[in-house]
């Protein structure tokens, strides 16, 4: 006896459907991504990669939408292991309020899993940001990464380099991201709860102000990554250094 569609559990879905409605997520600012996106926008509680060739081809760009709508919304957004020194005031001038970013330096390998999986476990953010040792990254880390992100009220990126697009993941979420010219990234998912995505999608990246060369953004080594808030005193740094701890309600960091 045949079971009809309509009398199926809620968790139950077709190969060619997204995930049952009722996931929590946030807008990531594009239509076209969040048409192809579980939730329509990216999802909360759970982790997503962002898998690149290298970093500096707009990853963070790619985010933009998302960290101005957090930290508007004073909620904490982290930063764990940047591959780069922060550049603050390209992040401001996107209307992104630099006192609810957090970063955390952690350069051991092993400190650095831990950290994720502690800031994992705290849900105590708005988004969380993490670059992730290549060499050193196994699937049950990812696993692991993934049960303690079901709590978190927010979305949880994992920053990986191309070779982790050919290695098992227990995430969710994959996406892939490559370089196109003229201020643009394509963005292909790998892996997400809904219908395989055939073509790859070409995004307009929000553009640098024109107070800002673009090469501030594209160029390896100068990734714009924050600092203190743009209203900050002139006896006060302009890059944020492993040191730094935000307001007396943000969490501690760990170096």
Same mark, same amino acid.
């Given at each position: 006896?045949?079971?009809?569609?309509?009398?199926?559990?809620?968790?139950?879905?077709?190969?060619?459907?997204?995930?049952?409605?009722?996931?929590?997520?946030?807008?990531?600012?594009?239509?076209?991504?969040?048409?192809?996106?579980?939730?329509?926008?990216?999802?909360?509680?759970?982790?997503?990669?962002?898998?690149?060739?290298?970093?500096?081809?707009?990853?963070?760009?790619?985010?933009?939408?998302?960290?101005?709508?957090?930290?508007?919304?004073?909620?904490?957004?982290?930063?764990?292991?940047?591959?780069?020194?922060?550049?603050?005031?390209?992040?401001?001038?996107?209307?992104?309020?630099?006192?609810?970013?957090?970063?955390?330096?952690?350069?051991?390998?092993?400190?650095?899993?831990?950290?994720?999986?502690?800031?994992?476990?705290? @849900?105590?953010?708005?988004? /969380?940001?993490?670059?992730? +040792?290549? &060499?050193?990254?196994? %699937?049950? !880390?990812?696993? *692991?990464?993934?049960?303690?992100?079901?709590?978190?009220?927010?979305?949880?990126?994992?920053?990986?380099?191309?070779?982790?697009?050919?290695?098992?993941?227990?995430?969710?979420?994959?996406?892939?991201?490559?370089?196109?010219?003229?201020?643009?990234?394509?963005?292909?998912?790998?892996?997400?709860?809904?219908?395989?995505? @055939?073509?790859?999608?070409? /995004?307009?990246?929000?553009? +640098?102000? &024109?107070?800002?060369? %673009?090469? !501030?953004?594209? *160029?390896?080594?100068?990734?714009?990554?924050?600092?203190?808030?743009?209203?900050?005193?002139?006896?006060?740094?302009?890059?944020?250094?492993?040191?730094?701890?935000?307001?007396?309600?943000?969490?501690?960091?760990?170096?």
């Amino acid at each position: 006896m045949s079971i009809q569609p309509s009398a199926w559990p809620a968790t139950v879905r077709r190969a060619t459907q997204f995930a049952p409605e009722g996931i929590r997520a946030t807008s990531s600012g594009f239509p076209a991504l969040d048409s192809q996106l579980p939730g329509g926008g990216w999802p909360h509680g759970v982790v997503t990669e962002l898998i690149a060739r290298e970093s500096g081809i707009g990853e963070l760009r790619l985010l933009i939408p998302l960290l101005r709508q957090l930290t508007l919304e004073r909620r904490f957004v982290i930063l764990l292991g940047p591959p780069h020194q922060p550049y603050a005031p390209a992040l401001a001038s996107f209307g992104i309020n630099l006192d609810y970013l957090i970063i955390v330096q952690a350069t051991q390998a092993a400190d650095r899993l831990w950290a994720v999986e502690q800031s994992l476990r705290s @849900a105590s953010f708005g988004a /969380l940001l993490a670059w992730l +040792p290549q &060499a050193r990254t196994r %699937p049950e !880390h990812i696993r *692991r990464f993934q049960m303690a992100a079901q709590g978190c009220s927010g979305p949880a990126f994992l920053f990986r380099e191309l070779p982790a697009q050919l290695e098992a993941s227990a995430a969710p979420l994959r996406l892939l991201l490559l370089p196109r010219p003229e201020q643009q990234i394509s963005v292909q998912i790998l892996k997400r709860r809904g219908p395989v995505m @055939a073509q790859p999608l070409i /995004l307009n990246l929000p553009h +640098p102000p &024109a107070t800002l060369h %673009p090469r !501030h953004w594209s *160029r390896p080594g100068r990734v714009p990554l924050p600092a203190r808030s743009a209203e900050r005193t002139a006896s006060e740094p302009t890059t944020l250094h492993s040191g730094w701890r935000g307001p007396a309600s943000a969490p501690t960091t760990a170096n």
